[in-house]
């Protein structure tokens, strides 16, 4: 089953992009014996409209064209329910037992996912209390999804 992390807005070449590289390329390969591959970031450009309900709007048509075939929609958002690393796992997990094609994770633009994606989305997931700068929310969503492979796996990776 594949994972996509889908985000409004690039990264820029440094630190950053390289830890979410290491992290989903450590995912991709690790999660093809435990049928989570191919794990991959799928990059939008924001949208340049005037208001904020437009640029939503037009970020959730952009994001939604992205999805393939009966994948789980997850919606990253602050008001969303904030689960352990165990239940994210339990998450990927259940959707790759129910013959999900895939789990698609979204990343909004700095006004938020616009009211399609959120009505779409089956899931609703906060990264914690605190707003997060984009980089590292990409960089989070990766970890969280190579220790889940991990967890799968039975690597000792995650220790709690």
Known sequence: ????????????????????????DRADKA????????????????SRASSAAARKAE???ALLAGVQGKSLL???????????????????????DGGRAGVDIFIGGADGH??????????????????WPHQIVRILIAEQIYRSVTMLSGHPYHRA
């Open 59 to 61: 970020e959730a048509e």
């Open 74 to 96: 997850v919606v990253l958002d602050e008001r969303g329910e904030t689960p352990t690393s165990d239940k994210f796992c339990t998450l990927l997990s259940e959707a790759r």
């Open 1 to 24: 089953m594949r994972v996509t992390i889908h985000a409004v807005g690039r990264l820029k070449a440094g630190p950053e992009r390289e830890l979410v590289a290491r992290y989903l």
């Open 31 to 46: 999660g093809r014996a435990v049928g989570l591959s191919p794990v991959g970031v799928r990059e939008l450009t924001e």
């Open 114 to 131: 616009g009211d399609a994606l959120l009505q779409r989305a089956e899931r609703t997931i906060a990264l914690g209390h605190m707003t």
